[in-house]
């Protein structure tokens, strides 16, 4: 059974058949989902979809590229309050690659300290969003000790990978390390201790090869597990049960 910790069922690429699809899952192989909020509106969504699925659980959060219009921290902090089935504040973070404003970039870390803070009252993990922001991002999981997190679609060095896990962070893969080019996660996957890693899509993004260009969703998960596997020379089959046992511990969720 797979779980895939990252995936965004709120967008529009999935109003066509969003419940159809997310139905499916477990007949599919896919036991768990994990769907992330990215602003009020999406973490509402994804809590909604938690409800009325057992095997999908929510973050909310607001995602660095979405706070132009300011945040409402208090009505985050509600949802994850009333919904038991709201295991993480995510995704938070620091987006440099889209943000190039001094300001609005240490208003990104603003936002993300705070998200922190609410993370460690709420005694929940985070989910982190780090983009060509590696050096910012780990100052700030620095400074919140208390806080346990992973970093979503890992892209940072494998010394900084030593780093997060030596501050007891997990590190998250996404259908990335199946294209050519991903030399330096291949290097952190060799590396990183197997109880410290999980699988995503971060669908309807980033598709694995070979469905690279189409709409990602969680039945493209097992291309990721299936790429560990190779790496680590280990049976696909055990890098899934290890990855869902993974997410299950990190997020809360029983047998
Ligand atoms: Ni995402």
Redesign the pocket.
């Known amino acids: 059974m797979l779980f895939d910790t ?3 069922y709120d967008d529009e690429r999935f109003d066509g058949d969003r419940d159809a699809l997310l139905a499916s899952m477990p007949e599919n192989g896919v036991g768990l989902i994990l769907n ?1 909020g ?1 602003d009020l509106d999406t973490s509402r969504k994804a809590a909604a979809y938690a409800a009325a699925y057992p095997h999908v659980y929510a973050a909310a959060g607001y ?1 660095p590229e979405n706070l132009e219009g300011g945040v409402d921290l208090d009505a985050i902090e509600a949802l994850a309050r009333e919904n038991p089935k709201v295991r993480a504040i995510g ?1 938070i973070g620091l987006d440099y690659y889209w943000e190039k404003d001094p300001a609005k970039r240490k208003y990104q870390q603003e936002v993300f300290h705070a998200q922190m803070r609410l993370a460690k009252r709420l005694g929940l993990p985070v ?1 982190i ?1 780090d983009r060509e922001a590696h050096l910012d991002t780990l100052t700030v999981v620095e400074q919140h000790p208390g806080v346990m997190g992973v970093f ?2 890992y892209s940072g060095s494998a010394e900084m990978a030593k780093r997060l896990l030596g501050l007891g962070y997990y590190l998250s893969f996404t259908g990335v390390i199946t294209y050519k080019n991903a030399r330096k996660a291949r290097e952190v996957i060799e590396m990183a201790p197997l109880d410290r890693i999980m699988v ?1 899509t ?1 669908a309807p ?1 980033l598709s694995p090869e070979p469905f690279r260009g189409k709409r990602n969703s969680s039945l493209y998960v097992y291309r990721v597990a299936e790429q560990i596997a190779e790496i680590r020379n280990l049976p696909a089959e055990e890098v899934v049960r290890i990855t869902a046992e993974n997410g299950r511990r990190f997020f809360g969720i029983q047998g």
Do not use: K, M
């Open positions: 990252h995936a965004h992330p990215c995602h995704e989910i969003h979503h679609c995503e971060d993004y």
